[in-house]
């Protein structure tokens, strides 16, 4: 199977770095729990909505993001099995793209340059399977599209979703392996 995964919000912790920037900028630290089912334009003062949504225009705004849990393993698996293809609509933020890639090459070494696919419109780009977290990537594609949990899609209701990395257990028969904290409890 070909199976093409998102960047932010589904490898990339890019929420995370919306909440830090924030509180550098603003003093208040908000958490993923507070802007469940939201985005943090949608809690934070209105005259600094601008300057939020700027964020990820900025450069290193996507340098060092965290690396969402168990995706690094279980890509790895999956790399195994299937054709992966990292997908990320990287023209809409100038700056991104070498922060992407340099993540790319530290947290997911074994996705090839071949294998990575920087665009914009994602609709273009066929496949069995899309994994993302955005309705406007999800509703064009022509495969089957899962949703990725993230704080701003969990009222998405017409799409097969993933929780996290470990369901791809399930979703795609993976057998994963304990991480070595789980094996000694
Ligand atoms: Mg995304």
Redesign the pocket.
Known sequence: MRILI?????IAD?SERFLEWYERDFGVRYTKADIHGKRLYDIIPAEQVQIVKSYPHQPGFFKDLPVIENAKETIEALNNLHEIYIVSAAMEFKHSFLDKYEWLDKHFPFIHWKRRIFCGDKHLIKADILI???DFNLSVFTGRPIVFSAPHNIHYTEYERMENWLDAEKIFGLSLNPSPKERDL
Request: net charge negative; charged share 55%.
């Open positions: 998102d960047m932010d919000d589904v890019a993302d977290d955005h």
